[in-house]
């Protein structure tokens, strides 16, 4: 039976690199439980969320149930040259005239935000994307997102982020993706 979602109950608590690599198969389960990927993927993406960790301006939420299971977490890192979806997106923006804008100058990528389906649709999302981004570094958040209309999307545009790309390509997805941005720190 799926649980009533009670957006003021569960915990959400910011975990510290020693606490998110114990908690990773919890994690990973979350993410493709949440995205509908199959199992496998998990294993696939473990080297790149542990690697991530290293990365300069790191910070995860995550929320617990009452018997302290992982249902929710968001990540994020400040974006610089050379990693792979800084590069992805600079591409595009020099196709799509955007460069000038200067998104990628100074900017917290929102990498992973999921919540557990059975968790979903409470607020939940929203308060681990709060609490990731009140100590966030950099002049704006930057994310991508497969265009919608989803959830996410909901949530995103709730938040006041806009359009940096649309219908992108990353390389090796065939699938088209938003990358949507706004500037920091978020209102209350
Ligand atoms: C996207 C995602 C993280 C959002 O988290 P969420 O907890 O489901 O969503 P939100 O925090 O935005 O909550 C939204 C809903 O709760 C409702 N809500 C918000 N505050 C509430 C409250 N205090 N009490 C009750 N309901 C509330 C809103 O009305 C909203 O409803 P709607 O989405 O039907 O318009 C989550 O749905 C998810 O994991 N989706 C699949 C994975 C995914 O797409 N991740 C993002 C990839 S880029």
Sequence with gaps: MSAVPSPHREPIIELTAEQFRSRLTEALNVYVTAMGYPASTAQQRAPMWTAHVQREGWRCIGAFDDRDELIGLGYGYIGTPGQWWHEQVRRGLALSGGA???????????????????YQGGGLGERILRKLLESARGANVLLSTPEGPTRAWRLYRRLGFTDVL???????????????????????
């Design 166 to 188: 649309r219908d992108y390509r990353f390389t090796g997805d065939p699938r088209p993706f938003a990358v949507l941005g706004r500037p920091l720190p978020l209102e209350a």
């Design 100 to 118: 000038a804008h200067g998104w990628l100058d100074d900017y917290f990528e929102l990498t992973e935000l999921h919540v557990h389906p059975e």
